[in-house]
């Protein structure tokens, strides 16, 4: 069994903050490592009521495989498709091939987003760490045709090739957003047993303040 992932402090305005950004079409997340954003994710993706659907991709360290990282997607979308039991399509995914074509299955997860009725969001977490040249662009013409009722949050730890400012749909979420405020870092301290002088607790990352 994995271990039980760490509570959370509570960051109430931050995932409101996201709620609000991933009502348009594409939201950015990036900052460096261990800024909060996976744990942003988390927060904002399990909170009670959650009335979207989420397609989530973690993409793994060093992803060279274009293929890989579309196959996955592909899945992630069908099981959120599937999971409230209304549109499961049961197809098998498709078999990895020497032959594959990037932009047959761009169109291919375009159609099935299409036909997902009342949409889906495409969660994808650490999207620096695939590394196929080709991917940004096959990337970008996914996001730039997503479908209506369909939204994608993306995190990264720095910029990835992406042209989605033309859309003018992107929202971004950065690490001065992400930092902790004096009250949050505080909590976070308390929770730790850890105990500061006034003077040592304003506007920490929460990797700097747990460790
Ligand atoms: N709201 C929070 N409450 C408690 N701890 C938190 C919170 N947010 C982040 N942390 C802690 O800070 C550390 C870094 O957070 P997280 O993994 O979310 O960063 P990240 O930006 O996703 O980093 P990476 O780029 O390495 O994926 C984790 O150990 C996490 O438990
Ligand atoms: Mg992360």
């Known amino acids: 069994m994995p271990p039980a992932a760490p509570r959370l402090i509570d960051r109430d305005d931050l995932v409101a903050a996201l709620d609000r950004a991933a009502a348009g079409k594409v939201t950015v997340i990036s900052a460096p490592a261990g800024s909060g954003k996976t744990s942003l994710l988390r927060a904002w993706a399990d909170r009670p009521g959650q009335p979207r659907r989420l397609a989530l991709v973690q993409v793994p360290r060093g992803q060279q495989?274009?293929?890989?990282?579309?196959?996955?997607?592909?899945?992630?979308?069908?099981?959120a498709i599937g999971a409230d039991g209304s549109a499961d399509s049961g197809?098998?995914?498709?078999?990895?091939?020497?032959?594959?074509?990037?932009?047959?299955?761009?169109?291919?997860?375009?159609?099935?987003?299409?036909d997902a009725h009342g949409g889906v969001t495409l969660v994808i977490d650490d999207l620096h760490e695939l590394?196929?040249?080709?991917?940004?662009?096959?990337?970008?013409?996914?996001?730039?045709?997503?479908?209506?009722?369909?939204h994608a949050i993306l995190t990264m730890r720095h910029d990835v090739r992406l042209r989605l400012r033309l859309t003018g749909e992107l929202a971004e979420i950065r690490a001065a957003d992400l930092r902790f405020s004096e009250l949050e870092a505080r909590e976070l301290l308390d929770?730790?047993?850890?105990?500061?002088?006034d003077q040592d607790c304003v506007g920490v990352h929460p990797v700097r303040a747990g460790g």
């Open 65 to 79: 495989d274009a293929q890989q990282f579309w196959l996955a997607l592909l899945g992630a979308v069908r099981h």
């Open 91 to 114: 197809e098998a995914l498709p078999a990895a091939t020497p032959d594959f074509d990037a932009s047959a299955m761009v169109d291919r997860v375009l159609s099935e987003l299409a």
């Open 131 to 150: 590394l196929s040249p080709e991917a940004p662009t096959q990337l970008t013409r996914l996001l730039t045709s997503l479908p209506p009722q369909t």
């Open 191 to 197: 929770a730790s047993g850890i105990t500061l002088a």
